[in-house]
């Protein structure tokens, strides 16, 4: 049973997939910046040449360095020296940033969903992950954690857009019995946000690690130990995201995170409710620096 299940969801998945247009494609300049950040030859020269062409990416990367988010002592002037001084890594996670959020668009589907509460969250889930990676002595880097906290709900983009009465119902039957919302997804569609998030991050070529945070922020412990803490941090920030109710709250509404998942990343529960504090304050930095 559960392996026609698996098979049934990924069915579902690769055919929303193979439906969508623009939700599936990523710019081409992200794609090139992904290659070469993934490339163990690359150098900065290279990440630099491919920024330089595209005038509005550099705008974008020299507004985020230079924001009260990224906090840096003097102003940037140039994409080289952001590189130089952040690293072919953190750039590369500006330019994902900068080219994801054109795909939260579109008109609100019920009083609970609209693309701009989607992107609100994923960007406090975002924010929330950068700092918890902060705090934790041995989680991944700030800026892939960001990333992933603001790619971990993309799956939904696609169940809106290609089952969008299935994705309506199932924000209404969650909103008014506050059943698990992946549980409803998987009856009403046949898969969950998870899964097509995996599919499309997938096709996306993207690496391993936000492929994880994608597919498992609701489970954690399911996912390999070489890639669970980047998918409990995200598990932390949601559940954290949704508690504060900020966006589209309802995929983790009546989760709880189990102090086993804080321990294992080695932050102290006082660091956490700092982080939770700060999340007004933070969320509005990104969102003036990453909100079109």
Request: aromatic content about 6%; charged content about 20%.
């Amino acid at each position: 049973m559960a392996v026609e299940t698996a098979d049934r969801a990924k069915t579902v998945v690769d055919k929303a997939i193979a439906s969508i247009g623009d939700i599936a494609t990523l710019p081409e300049v992200t794609v090139k910046i992904i290659g070469i950040v993934e490339d163990p030859k690359s150098t900065a020269r290279d990440l630099h040449e491919v920024i330089k062409n595209d005038p509005a990416l550099s705008v974008k990367v020299l507004k985020v360095v230079n924001s009260a988010f990224y906090g840096l002592p003097g102003q940037v002037a140039s994409v080289d020296r952001a590189i130089i001084l952040l690293g072919l890594s953190a750039v590369k996670n500006i330019a994902i940033a900068a080219s994801i959020a054109r795909l939260f668009k579109g008109k609100r589907i019920s009083d609970q969903f609209s693309a701009a509460d989607l992107w609100r969250h994923s960007l406090a889930v975002a924010v929330l992950a950068r700092a918890i990676g902060k705090a934790a002595p041995h989680a991944v880097m700030p800026d892939e954690l960001f990333v992933a906290g603001l790619i971990h709900d993309i799956g939904t983009l696609i169940e809106r857009q290609s089952y969008p009465d299935h994705f309506a119902e199932a924000i209404r039957s969650c909103s008014e019995n506050g059943r698990n919302f992946l549980e409803i997804e998987r009856e009403l569609i046949g898969a969950d946000h998870q899964a097509f998030g995996v599919g499309l991050t997938t096709k996306w070529k993207f690496p391993r690690h936000l492929r994880a945070a994608v597919g498992f922020h609701h489970n954690p412990d399911a996912v390999s130990a070489e890639l669970k803490n980047i998918a409990s941090v995200i598990h932390i920030a949601d559940v954290m995201a949704c508690q504060e109710k900020v966006g589209f709250y309802l995929t983790s509404q009546n989760d709880q995170i189990a102090p086993a998942i804080i321990e294992s990343l080695g932050i102290p529960q006082a660091a956490i409710d700092e982080i939770r504090a700060a999340l007004p304050e933070h969320l509005a930095d990104a969102e003036a620096t990453l909100t079109a």
